[in-house]
Every structure is written in C-alpha cells, then in structure tokens.
C-alpha cells in the first residue's frame, strides 16, 4: 500500500466557530505520505491527538464522513474500497465475539469471506492452520465467553480477533492497539501472534500506546506522528531502534537517550510540542528536509507503479459468497448464541408463565359463565425483547442476511411462548375447548408476541439507551389506549393500533358464535355493536401485516439507521488550533451505506 499527500478534514464543529473560528473544516490529517510492504511490521505511533488512529481509518476505508484528499494505491493501482474490502482485515480494539460459541465456531467466518470455490475441506484445513498460527489449538472447543466474566481471557480474546481476520486470507491487516490492556507476558503473546502472521508475508500494521523496549524491538519499521496530523518520523528501526535514535541525536539540541532507557519512550518525549517550542524548531519541517524523506518519496514513487505483466484486481461480487450463504452462516451463529444461553430463554418462559397464571387468576373461569348477566373479555400478554445490534465485521455479510437470521431465530422460541402461554391461560379461563377456537387463540397470541419482539428490535437504543425506554414506553401506552379495550372500538379505529387488531381476533374468534343474552342483548349482536365483526377473518391480516411491517423495518433500519461514533471524535477533542487545544464535548459521525 502506497499513499502520498493525505489530507482528512471535517466540518468545523460549531463549538469552535464560536469561539470566533473562520474555517469552514478543521484538518486532522496534513499531506501525510508513506508506504507499508509486505513482510514488514509498520508501527503507527505518536501522542494523543496525532491521528494515528484517524490515519489508518482513512486508509483501510472506514472514514465515511469527512473529506478525503490524496492518492491511495494498491501494488501501484488506484485504491478502490469494495475491492480493497476483500483483500484486507482490521482488527478491532475492543474484541467483539458471540459469546456462546467455541473458539473453533467463532471462525465461521471462513464460510463468508474466502472465496465460493473453496470447498469445506480446504476450509477447514485452513482453519486449523490460523489456530495453530495464533496459537489457539488447545483452545478450539473452549466457549469464547463475557470478557471478564468467563470464557477466553482478554489476551486470548486478541488472539481470536487476529484468528477470525486471518481466515479471510487478507493481504494486508490493521490492527489498532493489539496489546492494550494486557500485562507484559500477555501483550508477548500477542505480539508473536503478530509477527508469525507478518512473517507468512502479509503486510501488517498496528497502532501502538507506549510500548515496552521488547514489543517496540518486534516492529521493522516506524511511522510516528505529531499532534496536528503531521509525520516527524518514517524510516527503519534498526536493531535496538539504532537507526531512530541515530535520527532524533542528529538533531541540535535533542538530549540523548540513557542506557536501558525505552527508545519509544524517550522517542514521545523528545518530540512534544513542548520542545518544539523549547528548541525552536518543526520535527515535521526537519523530517521534510531530511535524505530519509527523499528515499521514502523515492520508494512511494517506484511502489506507485504496477509491475509489468500485472493486472488491477477485480471481483464480480460485493461479497465472496452468495446471498442465501450469509443468510445460512449469520442464522447458524444466532442459532447457536440462542441454544447455548439457555438463561435468556428461560428468563422469557418463566415471565411468559407468571402473566399467563396472573390473567388466569384474574379471569378464573370466566369463559364459562354463558348465559349469566356478566360481561366477559381478556387481553393478552404483551412481550417486548430489547436486541441490541452488535459489531459487525466489515465485508463478511450484508445487512439483510444479517437482519434475517436475528428474525428467523425468534420464531420457534415464541411459538413455544405463545404456546406454553396460551395452554395455561385458556385453560385457566375455561374458553371453549374447540379445536378451532384454540387454535385462533395460539394463532392471534403467537403473532401478538412476534411483532411486540420485532419492535423491540428496532435500533431505537442505538442512540441513548434512556431515548430508547421512553420512545418505547410511550408507544405501548398510545397502543393500549387505542386498542378498543379503554376507548370503544367504532371511535378508536381511526388509529393505526396492532393491538386492536389482536383484541379484535381474540374476542371475535371466541365469541363470534354466540347467541345467549347477556344485559338484554344477544352477544354476537352487541359485539358487532362495538365494532367486533362476526367474520373475525379480516382480524387475521393486520396482525400478520404488523409482524411483517416491523421485522421489515427492522432490517432496513441496520442497514441505514447505524449509529456508531465514529473515532474522528477523539482527534477533535486535542487537534491543536494555533497552538490552543481546544476541549469539545463529544459528538459522533452517523456510519452508512453497507456494513
């Protein structure tokens, strides 16, 4: 990979433009140029706000807001993101895994990303080789678990992150900050879990926090940055960091480094703004005038040229594999997440159980008092299941197959909650056992609980979870009170409700047959009075329709409503403005387009 002159900016937050601020965009990144080649370990360094972090989103393609300028090669072809997406991994900071599959399951991915011509030997074949490779052999049947809580430990955690990207067969890997958060015998780990993937001859790099002497020393080379987005530093190691240190003690006025003292320490130390102002001059004005400058724009220059006899890459798909393979691949993973957290499901059985038993309780026996001067009517059960989305890993399937697994997966769990719920309430209130009108209950109860969960589904929690309960709750009371039970069905039905609709097939399909007299009046004459039709048939539609409607939005919203922070925030908040860092409060860029 090749970039030259990169330039990311954003729109200036309105906080600093009153502050009196002209610009129209706040730069983060400043002609930023250089090259990562395969075999070679690149490590992305500098302080806080320097925009490492920024800089490697830009060139693996996950900056989608903001502007962009510069040129980005591949093997001296112009970068094109959805080709780029199938050659390449990232790994995440935070490591997000299933937690209910097994080390092995957790590389199903192999089944999404290589391509459709590989059979299931080869597949397999290839993930052993990436355990062996990270050292997860002995680990493979063990279940990857709650960080923290149990499972795999968090260093072992890093090692199925880098696993999971390996089995895409990338040509080349980012991995942001692979040993935060681990102790020095971990972060050795990891760190030669990362060399072995580099010396397989793929090109690798990692952004780095303030390494030890002996994770620094695994790196070949270094790309340090400045605060402000500017480059100081691109060039070689050497064996014990020789040939940085040699650079940094060229400059006048530079104190040396002590023996045994952490090159990459006394490296950030040296290059603070602070002493900038101290020795009066620009680590990155230095860096430009410097004969390594000139090899690296020598070197960009010769890379940004395709070999002869080669060709630019191209695939015919977005995605490796077909649309019902995802679709199968994202269903198996939530299959197995559900079956294997048997807690979350007896959670819903045993409160579906206690609503059934209250109603029962409170509606004892009255579906059999025919004929006696009472009125009669039940509601049923409401459930809401809040799913949050999780991280999804970028080119391994689309929002749909996605979308559709997390639906297909519901539906034999609630047909079993609607069934053990309107077993022990029917039977509590004594309806009349007919197979028919049985059935009609299970059937209008089974629907009820399938778009109450397909609603809860939905991304409203994305945003702010405390947004979420109370959009949430105040759609559950606007429902309830149009629902024909508290407000009479002739003036409610101006009110697009689904549980109208479920109360209007509960009562019609129970009681539609009925003739006895009850307060003077016939029953089925005084439900049709109140707006309950004897055909109770065209209750059916709307309650299908409903279930359809919200599992329908919810798929569209994960494709288009995902709101992830995107990582600029963190550059902004210490990007330095003529010398004056300004503090910001948080805001976030919405990601969109596919997943």
């Given at each position: ?8 900016s ?11 601020i ?8 400043k002609?930023?140029?250089g ?6 370990l690149?490590a992305?360094m500098?302080?806080s706000g320097?925009?490492?972090t920024?800089?490697m989103?830009?060139?693996?393609g996950?900056?989608?807001?903001g502007?962009?300028?510069?040129s ?5 072809y ?8 199938r050659?390449?991994?990232y ?18 991915s ?21 355990m062996?490779?990270?050292e ?5 049947g063990?279940?990857v678990?709650l960080?923290?809580?149990?499972g795999?430990?968090t ?29 020095a015998?971990?972060a050795?780990i ?7 993937t580099?010396d ?16 620094f020393?695994?790196?070949?080379e270094?790309?340090?940055m400045?605060?402000?987005?500017e480059?100081?530093?691109v060039?070689?190691l ?7 240190i040699?650079y ?21 130390e040296?290059?603070?703004l602070g ?8 680590f990155?004005e ?17 890379l940004?040229?395709p ?15 077909s649309?019902?393979?995802q679709c199968m691949?994202?269903?198996w ?7 294997r957290n ?5 959670t ?5 159980t206690v609503?059934?038993?209250l ?14 001067k009472?009125?009669?009517s ?6 809401r ?6 991280g999804?890993?970028?080119g ?10 997390d ?7 609630i ?14 209130i004594?309806f009349e056992w007919?197979?028919a ?18 609603y ?13 309960a109370?959009v949430?709750a ?11 039970f ?7 039905t ?9 109360l209007?097939g509960?009562?019609?399909s129970q009681?539609w ?13 005084s ?9 109770f048939l065209?209750g059916?539609?709307?309650v299908?329709a409903?279930?359809?409607l919200?599992?329908s ?20 908040l210490?990007?330095?403005?003529d010398?004056i ?14 997943c």
């Amino acid at each position: 990979m090749e970039f030259e002159n990169i330039r990311y900016s954003v729109d200036m937050p309105a906080e600093m433009k009153a502050e009196g601020i002209v610009e129209d965009r706040l730069e983060l990144l400043k002609c930023v140029s250089g090259s990562f080649r395969p075999g070679v370990l690149t490590a992305l360094m500098g302080v806080s706000g320097a925009g490492k972090t920024t800089l490697m989103d830009v060139l693996s393609g996950r900056k989608t807001g903001g502007y962009i300028e510069g040129s980005i090669t591949i093997s001296g072809y112009p970068k094109k993101q959805e080709t780029f997406a199938r050659i390449s991994g990232y790994c995440e900071q935070n490591d997000i895994h299933s937690p209910h599959v097994a080390v092995y399951e957790a590389l199903y991915s192999a089944w999404l990303r290589l391509p459709a011509e590989v059979d299931s030997n080869t597949r397999k074949m290839f993930c052993e080789e990436v355990m062996e490779l990270v050292e997860l052999t002995q680990l493979r049947g063990a279940l990857v678990g709650l960080p923290g809580v149990n499972g795999l430990s968090t260093e072992q955690r890093k090692r199925l992150t880098i696993a999971v990207e390996l089995v895409a067969n990338p040509s080349i890997i980012f991995m942001d900050e692979p040993t935060s958060g681990l102790d020095a015998r971990a972060a050795a780990i990891v760190m030669r879990t990362v060399r072995n993937t580099v010396d397989t001859g793929r090109t690798v790099v990692c952004t780095i926090h303030q390494p030890s002497i002996d994770i620094f020393e695994a790196f070949d080379e270094l790309f340090l940055m400045k605060r402000g987005g500017e480059e100081i530093y691109v060039g070689p190691l050497g064996r014990q960091s020789c040939e940085l240190i040699k650079y940094f003690e060229g400059i006048r006025g530079v104190s040396k480094i002590k023996d045994g003292y952490n090159p990459a320490t006394w490296m950030l130390e040296v290059t603070t703004l602070g002493q900038e102002d101290a020795l009066g001059v620009s680590f990155s004005e230095l860096y430009k005038s410097s004969e390594l400058y000139q090899r690296n724009k020598t070197l960009i220059k010769e890379l940004s040229v395709p070999a002869p006899g080669s060709s630019d890459l191209d695939f015919p798909t977005q995605y490796s594999r077909s649309f019902f393979t995802q679709c199968m691949a994202c269903l198996w993973k939530q299959h197995m997440s559900y079956w294997r957290n048997p807690s979350y499901t007896a959670t819903r059985l045993f409160f579906t159980t206690v609503i059934a038993v209250l109603f029962g309780t409170i509606f004892w026996d009255l579906g059999s008092r025919r004929g006696t001067k009472c009125s009669d009517s039940s509601a049923g059960g409401q459930h809401r299941k809040n799913s949050l989305l999780p991280g999804r890993a970028a080119g391994m399937y689309s929002a749909f197959p996605y979308a559709f697994a997390d639906v297909a997966v519901e539906l034999p769990y609630i047909l079993f909650q609607a069934v053990v719920y309107g077993v022990i309430a029917y039977a509590m209130i004594w309806f009349e056992w007919t197979a028919a009108k049985f059935c009609w209950y299970i059937f209008f109860m089974y629907f009820t609980f399938l778009y109450f969960t397909f609603y809860g589904m939905w991304p409203w929690d994305d945003p702010n979870y405390n947004i979420s309960a109370i959009v949430s709750a105040a759609f559950y009371g606007i429902w309830n009170l149009f629902s024909g039970f508290l407000i009479p069905r002739p003036v409610s039905t101006s009110f697009p409700c689904p549980v109208a609709w479920t109360l209007y097939g509960l009562i019609a399909s129970q009681f539609w047959d009925m003739s006895e007299i009850i307060e003077g009046e016939p029953v089925d004459v005084s439900l049709k009075n109140y707006g309950f039709e004897h055909n109770f048939l065209w209750g059916v539609a709307p309650v299908v329709a409903f279930s359809v409607l919200f599992a329908s939005i919810f798929a569209f919203s994960i494709k288009i409503l995902i709101f992830q922070k995107d990582r600029v925030q963190s550059d902004i908040l210490t990007a330095p403005y003529d010398g004056i860092p300004h503090v910001l409060p948080l805001f976030g860029v919405k990601y969109s387009g596919s997943c």
